[in-house]
């Protein structure tokens, strides 16, 4: 029973669907081929009934795609207009804007739909691309509010025309050439202050019937400036324009406007809510305006630079905090005063320790050529440099340490007090450093002290520097020298080579100035920081070189 309701409803629907394709193809029912009885006779019947069961729009679309289109389907609403009343309107005024023409027309047939508008806009967007002349003749002819306006491109190649004085009055439109001052305007184009210049160009774009918004992306003035100079041109004319108006009272000539400005200037950032630790133009303009001083960044720029404030980046220098700075640096002005023949004062320091590897430093290069040092680099060796610089002869006593401390420091005044045997004092002088200011090393001194007269030794005398006064430290700017001559831009095999060529540097050094016994400063070596003599307002120390 189930099986028999089930076949009628099959049967039904396929009459159905006969039906619906009877109606699309318009094929009559009994002119319909019986279906075959096979089953691939039936598959086949299936396709052709769904190749035949298309929608509306896509058989639309097949025809429209087809060679053979078929006409318009609903009747043209411009079929009256087109041909005798809109194409010679178009014609007549070239770059016609489409809604002058949908104006005109609905004016003249008041008939007409509202909703052509779009239609008639297409077409005169694709009549005028295939028949209207080049935006050059458009801008020359005289200007309409129906009119479009020439793409800016044009007005931009106007613009820059007049600014090189390279535009003539051919090249502009009749209504133009016409104006009283156009022979003023083209020549202040071209020639005057900048101001002067953006004027004369505006008054231009005026009488050329140019849009401000060109101007603005010209760029010539913003906006506001341009509105408010072409009334004035328009009320007053082109000389109004160009007259320069005397500002007598300047807001940052204003004293408490430049009061306002340095309270606020004087106070952190942070007070205002600006987390930095300087100002910038645009913060100070945003407090001044949270105080309710209203000012621009041009008046804060002129008030700031009218009281000659400069941005400044702060230096570093070398200060000392020593307590006794003055007392100490009185005794070695006073040893060095009176010194005899019969003593020496040394200088004392040590150089490094630094790596031997590829090194920085400035050197003259070919245009092609741009030197650099890996940042990762493995050492080749370490060495330190302890010397003595003897002030009176300019004389360099060294040697090579495995550390800085204390017994290398007992060591080197050993050292002199062999090699300076003959003399009666040596004064030594370093700095505040640990290894230099230790009780081991004060004890050995007291101790070579006590046995001076018995070995015909000299006295050892200290003068130490103050604390943090390296600056003050004579052999400084020896060893500046030489890191400028020698270890900069170098690249040595190993220690050994590096030592080489400074100990080479300091013989020569010697021997110079053994020949010359004159004190040692730019004018001979050229390669010193300052000149190798205690002054105060020296500054041995460079720590470029160290």
Known sequence: MRTSSVTEEQSALHRRNDMICDNFTGQPTGERVQPMNTR???????????AQ????????????????????????????????????????????????VYRELRARHPQIRPGVRRTLERRIRAWQTLNDP??????????????????????????RAAHQGILQLPDLPAHA???????????????????????????????????????????VASERSLYRWKGLFIASGFLALMETVPREKLRFKDASVANAIFNILHEPPGLHGFHRTNWRQVDLHAALKNTGTNVSIWTIRRVV???????????????SNDPEYRTKVDNIKRILSTLRDDERFFSIDEYGPFTVRLMTGRKLCAPDQFPFVPQWQKGRGTIILTGA?????????????????????????????????????????????????????????????????????????????????????????????????????SNFEDASKAKEAIDRYLADRNRFYGSHPKRAGRKIWKLERCQAAFQEENNCKDPRCR
């Open 389 to 489: 610089l003897e002030l009176r002869t300019n004389q360099i006593t060294r040697f090579y340490s495995e550390k800085k401390n204390t017994n290398e420091m007992i060591k080197l005044v050993e050292l002199l007090r062999r090699q300076y045997g003959a003399m009666k004092t040596v004064y030594i002088s370093w700095d505040a450093a640990g290894w230099h200011a230790s009780k081991a090393l004060d004890a050995r001194v007291e101790f070579m002290n006590g046995w001076a007269m018995h070995d015909q030794a000299p006295t050892i005398e200290l003068a130490p520097l103050p604390s943090r006064a390296q600056f003050l430290n004579v052999i400084e700017s020896v060893f500046s020298g030489m890191s400028r001559a020698v270890i900069q831009n």
């Open 40 to 50: 691939n006779a039936e598959a086949s019947h299936l396709t052709t009934k769904k």
């Open 177 to 219: 050439r016409a104006h009283k001052s156009i022979s003023d305007i083209l020549n202040r184009c071209k020639s005057g202050t900048l101001a002067k210049r953006n004027k004369a160009l505006l008054a231009l774009a005026v009488v050329c019937g140019l849009p401000l918004g060109y101007l603005a992306e010209y760029p």
């Open 305 to 319: 630079r009218a009281n000659k404030y400069q941005w400044r980046k702060a230096k570093v220098v070398l200060t």
């Open 134 to 159: 080049s935006p050059d003749v458009v801008f020359l002819q005289l200007p309409s509010p129906d009119r479009r306006l020439p793409p800016p491109q044009v007005a931009f190649s106007l613009l």
């Open 53 to 100: 069961h298309v929608t509306p729009t896509a058989k639309f679309e097949a025809e429209t795609q087809s060679p053979s289109r078929r006409g318009r389907r609903r009747p043209d609403p411009l079929a009256g207009f087109w041909d005798h009343e809109i194409v010679p309107m178009l014609k007549g005024a070239p770059a016609l804007r489409p809604i002058s």
